[in-house]
């Protein structure tokens, strides 16, 4: 029983800075860097070096639409694999389909885990039943089983139902919610044009990749809201940039903050959904501000004024702030929390005099004990490469990791799940999105080949109203 021992080993549970003086970013950078950035910890420890195998037994299908089921397979193997939880195998003996699980059969196959399920149509209305049950094969027992409802094939949400199976396998397994049940924003260049920047949208897996916004201007710097329904972004489209909200049910969008001077940008949300900070620049007053967007009032000034403060994120339980300002000097721009309704700010980023260093794109981890961003630090090797960060928050000597090793990166955000982060990046092979696990360190392309800036991972998403 040695695999046994190993796998019940404890869980380890865009910058729009152009318009700032004095602020500056780096060209993108290809090639392999080796070196950590001065004081910081590269990211090279697998904390878990297991990984169990997980399978899943062909499903049961009505009508033989063998074609239907092997989708929903496909799908639910990526998400299982892309959740860096397990490893997915396949090749399965013809043997190991049909009725009843024979667990002493499949130990011998060196499986831990096991996926089955039902495809029928839904009892009452349209759509399908999909029974699922997960085994655990080294204990011979059933782990969990749920029957979960999928609207129809051809239904624009058939594949996020999908998604939220997976999220509930690996809940049964791991204790933890997956988060294949989210998607991701970002801005870019609309494909066939050379001017604007458009918000897009992409599922977890990389699929379905479509545009959100057609207003032929620039977009800046896309966030979800909490509830996973709105999108908060800046726009030029009207004489001054401004911030829209962009409401993903019905397709409309609205100015956010009619109020206040200079040019609005960065939003985000306060984790209730009722306020946003975002940053104002020129004229004076600028800096961070708070805006009550249910009711349409209060325009709150948080803090700046003499320094150039940006990019402000709430902490989960919105008592503070994480931003970036450049009060240790207009070239090197760090990292800072504070106090949400204002107060001194305390140094997060890892600051070395006479060094210099370039700190920006901050986001609070949903767990709240974890920071990431991006930056670097020191010799003119690193000058022009970025690379991610994640910081820990009150603990013992704020230790940093650095998660990236290769090329240029920027604008991390974390997932739910508070252990994936995305981020914009540009290598040898090509620029795009991508994802990086922050326990092994696997890291997964999301959208190769395209130009994206600002990427924003949503909440698990709903289907039909429903978190399952």
């Not at 910058?15 to 950590?36: I, N, R, S, V, W």
């Not at 399908?128 to 029957?147: M, N, P, Q, R």
């Not at 961070?288 to 700046?304: A, E, K, M, P, V």
């Not at 700190?359 to 630090?377: E, L, N, Q, R, V």
Request: charged fraction near 25%; charge should be negative.
């Amino acid at each position: 029983m040695a695999r046994t021992l190993k796998r019940r080993c404890p869980r380890v549970a865009g910058m729009f800075l152009l318009l700032l003086p004095g602020f500056g970013g780096p060209e993108a950078a290809a090639g392999q860097e080796t070196e950590a950035i001065p004081g910081v910890m590269l990211h090279d420890v697998i904390v878990d070096p297991y990984v169990p195998p997980i399978a899943i037994r062909p499903f049961t299908v009505f009508a033989e639409d063998a074609g239907l089921a092997r989708e929903i397979e496909g799908i639910m193997a990526r998400d299982l694999d892309f959740s860096d939880r397990f490893r997915v195998r396949d090749s399965l003996p013809a043997e190991f389909a049909g009725e009843g699980v024979q667990y002493a059969l499949w130990e011998q196959f060196a499986v831990d885990w096991l996926v089955t399920g039902t495809i029928e149509p839904a009892a009452a209305g349209e759509g399908l039943s999909f029974a699922v049950e997960v085994h655990d094969i080294v204990f011979a027992s059933l782990k969990g089983k749920a029957t979960f409802p999928l609207p129809p094939r051809d239904h624009p949400d058939f594949r996020l139902a999908v998604h939220s199976v997976s999220d509930a396998v690996v809940e049964w397994v791991t204790g933890d919610r997956g988060v294949a049940a989210t998607r991701i924003i970002f801005r870019m260049r609309a494909f066939g044009r050379t001017t604007g920047r458009e918000i897009y949208m992409v599922d977890f897996d990389g699929e379905n990749l479509r545009r959100l916004t057609w207003d032929d201007a620039i977009a800046t710097s896309p966030v979800w809201s909490p509830d996973g329904k709105r999108i908060a972004y800046g726009s030029f489209k009207a004489e001054l940039p401004r911030i829209y909200e962009l409401n993903l049910e019905d397709g409309q969008d609205r100015l956010l903050v009619p109020e206040g001077h200079g040019q609005h940008d960065m939003p985000s949300y306060h984790p209730d959904g009722h306020s946003i900070v975002f940053t104002i620049i020129g004229p004076e007053p600028d800096g961070l501000f708070s805006y009550n967007i249910r009711d349409g009032c209060c325009l709150t000034h948080l803090g700046g004024g003499r320094y150039n403060d940006v990019q402000p994120v709430h902490s989960p339980d919105g008592a503070r702030l994480i931003f970036v300002s450049n009060r240790l000097g207009s070239a090197t721009p760090q990292v800072y929390t504070q106090p949400a309704g204002g107060g001194e700010a305390e140094l997060l980023s890892p600051f070395r005099y006479g060094e210099g260093g370039y700190f920006t794109d901050p986001d609070w981890s949903p767990c709240g004990d974890k920071a990431t961003f991006a930056g670097g630090i020191g010799g003119r090797r690193q000058a022009n490469r970025y690379h991610i960060l994640v910081a820990e928050i009150d603990g013992a000597g704020n230790r940093i990791l650095q998660l990236t090793q290769e090329g240029n990166n920027e604008d991390p955000s974390w997932a739910p799940d508070c252990r994936h982060i995305v981020f914009q990046g540009a290598r040898s092979y090509g620029s795009g999105v991508f994802v990086v696990d922050t326990v092994t360190g696997r890291t997964r392309i999301l959208v190769p080949n395209v130009e994206a800036e600002d990427p924003d991972w949503s909440p698990v998403l709903a289907v039909d109203g429903v978190i399952r």
